[in-house]
């Protein structure tokens, strides 16, 4: 998810022994203080509590005052009116209560100008070809799988104000990477959630919202890793095999599995299993099953800082630039040579620094950004081996903003996997 990355990214959060029942009830009584602000101030943070980050349990919103949609819904197909516009969502639109919005049907909740957000510049400079989005539906963070079937599958953070709470996680069908059929929420938080159901206090307001989750067919299943900020991890299995689930906690449904956003799997080649997550500092093997861990977090080693500013965020300088990135890891392997993505800021760009290594856990080496603007999604082959990026727009350079879109990429010569701008159609 393209958000700071959580605080204490290390520490084991909420496990069995560290928080009951009780203690859930007496927080969630005590935040009463809170909701009593919130409404006063019409939602937006209003001091002493603006300041509370802690992700401490709070009551919910009261009834209908959270206008926002928790679902995107179906969408539609892209059309000349839709594919340069559409959203543009930050906690400081949230704080003056609006998204920019441009695009066709109803403005959504309290829109803010659009302040020509579409400037597209990735493209006018030649970094990427002109590309539009794959369809016309509010989304951060696709990502897109192809599954078992020979259908492909998509995820995303979804819904209208992710940064105070969103539904679930939406589910996406296509046989070709053009059409795309809603398959509906697939997890509800209310109705599938374990942990996940506690609102939580996040920058100052009731917070509850699924961000980055990623569907993965694995071993014959499908599985949906997803985080909670402020919450936590966990992974999700589907109980029929089939991407539409129904689907429950693989394993530790009754507490996250680690502090942290942006979850992630990597199924190598060999059938082992890794979990990994944020910035891509620390990794675990997970059971054969995937019922578990098989072993210990251990971290990732990475070999080969950039020390230029202007290859990252502003998040990274307290490290010294010595960060792959600072949030939206993926894994993936091509040719025996395993390659990790985080998301960082390139030239104020949001797109994957990409390393690689000989093992799973390290040491990577030789970072750089791979497709600009592409950032908080994943890599993916197509049904002809074709190498894709996901795109959803997250700075002004893109041509489109919070719409899933696919950026061409090849393998260069020296193993790279970079922007391809050869012509090519779905």
Same mark, same amino acid.
């Given at each position: 998810?393209?958000?700071?990355?959580?605080?204490?990214?290390?520490?084991?959060?909420?496990?069995?022994?560290?928080?009951?029942?009780?203690?859930?009830?007496?927080?969630?009584?005590?935040?009463?203080? *809170?909701?009593? %602000?919130?409404?006063?101030?019409?939602?937006?943070?209003?001091?002493?509590?603006?300041?509370?980050?802690?992700? $401490?349990?709070?009551?919910?919103?009261?009834?209908?005052?959270?206008?926002?949609?928790?679902?995107?819904?179906?969408?539609?197909?892209?059309?000349?009116?839709?594919? &340069?516009?559409?959203?543009?969502?930050? +906690?400081?639109?949230?704080?003056?209560?609006?998204?920019?919005?441009?695009?066709?049907?109803?403005?959504?909740?309290?829109?803010?100008? =659009?302040?020509?957000?579409?400037?597209?510049?990735?493209?006018?400079?030649?970094?990427?070809?002109?590309?539009?989005?794959?369809?016309?539906?509010?989304? &951060?963070?696709?990502?897109?799988?192809?599954?078992?079937?020979? #259908?492909?599958?998509?995820?995303?953070?979804?819904?209208?104000?992710?940064?105070?709470? /969103?539904?679930?996680? +939406?589910? =996406?069908?296509?046989?070709?990477?053009?059409? =795309?059929?809603?398959?509906g929420l697939v997890w509800s938080i209310e109705k599938?959630?374990?942990?996940?159901?506690?609102? $939580?206090?996040?920058?100052?307001?009731?917070?509850?919202?699924?961000?980055?989750?990623?569907? #993965?067919?694995?071993?014959? /299943?499908?599985?949906?890793? #997803?985080?909670?900020? $402020?919450?936590? *991890?966990?992974?999700?299995?589907?109980? %029929?095999?089939?991407?539409?689930?129904?689907?429950?906690?693989?394993?530790?449904?009754?507490?996250?599995?680690? /502090?942290?956003?942006?979850?992630?799997?990597?199924?190598?080649?060999?059938?082992?299993?890794?979990?990994?997550?944020?910035?891509?500092?620390?990794? @675990?093997?997970?059971?054969?099953?995937?019922?578990?861990?098989?072993?210990?977090?251990?971290?990732?080693?990475?070999?080969?800082?950039?020390?230029?500013?202007?290859?990252? /965020?502003?998040?990274?300088?307290?490290?010294?630039?010595?960060?792959?990135?600072?949030?939206?890891?993926?894994?993936?392997?091509?040719?025996?040579?395993?390659?990790?993505?985080? @998301?960082?800021?390139?030239?104020?760009?949001?797109?994957?620094?990409?390393?690689?290594?000989?093992?799973?856990?390290?040491?990577?080496?030789?970072?750089?950004?791979?497709?600009?603007?592409?950032?908080?999604?994943?890599?993916?082959?197509?049904?002809?081996?074709?190498? =894709?990026?996901?795109?959803?727009?997250?700075?002004? +350079?893109?041509?489109? $903003?919070?719409?899933?879109?696919?950026?061409?990429?090849?393998?260069?010569?020296?193993?790279?996997?970079?922007?391809?701008?050869?012509?090519?159609?779905?």
């Amino acid at each position: 998810m393209a958000h700071p990355r959580d605080p204490d990214r290390r520490a084991m959060l909420f496990g069995g022994a560290a928080i009951g029942t009780a203690a859930l009830t007496g927080a969630a009584q005590a935040s009463g203080a *809170l909701t009593q %602000t919130f409404q006063e101030s019409g939602g937006k943070p209003a001091t002493p509590v603006e300041a509370d980050d802690t992700g $401490r349990p709070t009551d919910p919103p009261p009834p209908g005052h959270y206008t926002y949609r928790g679902r995107s819904g179906p969408g539609a197909p892209v059309t000349p009116e839709s594919e &340069r516009g559409g959203w543009v969502s930050s +906690e400081a639109a949230v704080a003056r209560k609006g998204v920019r919005y441009k695009g066709p049907g109803p403005v959504p909740f309290d829109p803010l100008p =659009w302040e020509n957000s579409d400037s597209a510049r990735a493209v006018t400079q030649g970094l990427i070809p002109p590309i539009k989005p794959l369809w016309n539906v509010h989304m &951060r963070d696709p990502i897109i799988c192809l599954g078992g079937d020979g #259908h492909y599958y998509m995820t995303g953070t979804t819904g209208d104000n992710v940064w105070t709470f /969103n539904d679930g996680i +939406e589910l =996406w069908r296509s046989p070709d990477l053009k059409r =795309w059929d809603y398959l509906g929420l697939v997890w509800s938080i209310e109705k599938d959630g374990v942990w996940e159901k506690q609102w $939580r206090v996040r920058k100052g307001m009731p917070f509850r919202a699924v961000w980055a989750p990623e569907i #993965h067919f694995i071993k014959g /299943n499908y599985y949906i890793c #997803h985080s909670i900020s $402020r919450s936590g *991890l966990a992974v999700l299995k589907s109980t %029929t095999g089939k991407a539409e689930g129904p689907y429950v906690h693989a394993f530790s449904p009754e507490a996250p599995l680690k /502090n942290g956003i942006d979850a992630t799997l990597f199924a190598d080649d060999d059938g082992a299993v890794y979990l990994t997550y944020g910035a891509g500092d620390e990794m @675990v093997r997970l059971k054969d099953d995937l019922s578990g861990y098989a072993d210990v977090w251990k971290p990732i080693r990475f070999e080969t800082p950039d020390p230029d500013p202007t290859h990252h /965020n502003k998040k990274c300088v307290h490290r010294g630039f010595s960060d792959v990135g600072f949030e939206g890891v993926t894994m993936f392997k091509h040719e025996g040579r395993y390659y990790l993505g985080v @998301v960082d800021r390139f030239d104020g760009r949001y797109s994957f620094a990409l390393t690689h290594a000989d093992k799973p856990f390290g040491p990577y080496r030789g970072r750089y950004e791979s497709v600009p603007c592409a950032g908080g999604g994943n890599f993916f082959r197509d049904k002809e081996g074709r190498w =894709w990026c996901t795109l959803f727009g997250n700075d002004n +350079e893109t041509p489109f $903003r919070e719409m899933p879109g696919i950026v061409p990429a090849r393998m260069d010569a020296q193993g790279r996997l970079v922007t391809d701008h050869a012509p090519r159609r779905l």
